[in-house]
């Protein structure tokens, strides 16, 4: 059974930084992109970007690019997501996905919830 | 970057209606994808590559189109399939998500 569980989620205060994982389970993670997903409160769902298998290609969006970093280790089944200089704007639950073919993310993790507040 | 438009943004159905939604893209897309999602749960794969339903999809369930005009729709609405609908764009290296359709049953 295909299984994604983020962690690392919490209240920060504005301007800090955090680190999500994502532990993937059940399937081959170094055959696979994955990526992140966000959504706040009550809007809807936002890419943030995806990684290949050996890490030689990130894709973001662009307005996140220079905030947000997408890393893995595949010796450990972990996907990470680093994000810096955090405003109330990235106040969202953050969702970890399994790519399939054509950007479809087939599997979804459960979300982290990330509050930015003082 | 692509831009989704769904329309409606909001709607109700009642059982056994037939049900549309739509998802236009400011630019032709090269593949058009379809999740639902229910409240407090994590979105559900749903439809992919436009017209082909993911593992679990009630056969109800279809999608359409091609370039930057696609549908989702719901023959027979059932309870069920209340929830929000979000369509998805891959245009390598770029993905983008509508802003969602919000269905509710009668």
């Known amino acids: 059974e295909v299984k994604l569980v983020e962690s690392g989620g919490g209240l920060v205060q504005p301007g800090r930084s955090l680190k999500l994982s994502c532990a993937a389970s059940?399937?081959?993670?170094?055959?696979?992109?994955m990526g992140w997903v966000r959504q706040a409160p009550g809007k809807g769902l936002e890419w943030i970007g995806e990684?290949?298998?050996?890490?030689?290609?990130?894709n973001y969006t662009p307005s996140l690019k220079d905030k947000f970093t997408i890393s893995r280790n595949n010796a450990q089944n972990t996907l990470y997501l680093q994000m810096s200089k955090l405003g109330s704007e990235d106040t969202a639950i953050y969702y970890c996905?399994?790519?399939?073919?054509?950007?479809?993310?087939?599997?979804w993790g459960q979300g982290t919830l990330v509050t930015v507040s003082s | 970057e692509i831009v989704l438009t769904q329309s409606p943004t909001t709607m109700t159905a009642s059982p056994g209606e037939k049900v549309t939604i739509t998802c236009r893209a400011s630019?032709?897309?090269?593949?058009m994808h379809w999740y639902q999602q229910k409240p407090g749960a994590s979105p559900k794969p749903w439809i992919y590559?436009?017209?082909k339903l993911a593992s679990g999809v009630p056969d109800r369930f279809s999608g359409s189109g091609s370039g930057t005009s696609y549908s989702l729709t719901i023959n027979n609405m059932e309870a069920e399939d209340a929830a929000t609908y979000y369509c998805?764009?891959?245009?390598?290296?770029?993905?983008?998500f509508g802003s969602g359709t919000k269905l509710e049953i009668k």
């Open positions: 059940g399937f081959s993670f170094n055959d696979y992109w």
């Open positions: 998805q764009q891959w245009n390598y290296p770029s993905i983008t």
């Open positions: 996905a399994r790519a399939s073919y054509y950007g479809f993310s087939a599997y």
């Open positions: 990684i290949n298998q050996d890490s030689s290609t990130i």
């Open positions: 630019s032709s897309v090269s593949y």
């Open positions: 590559e436009a017209s």
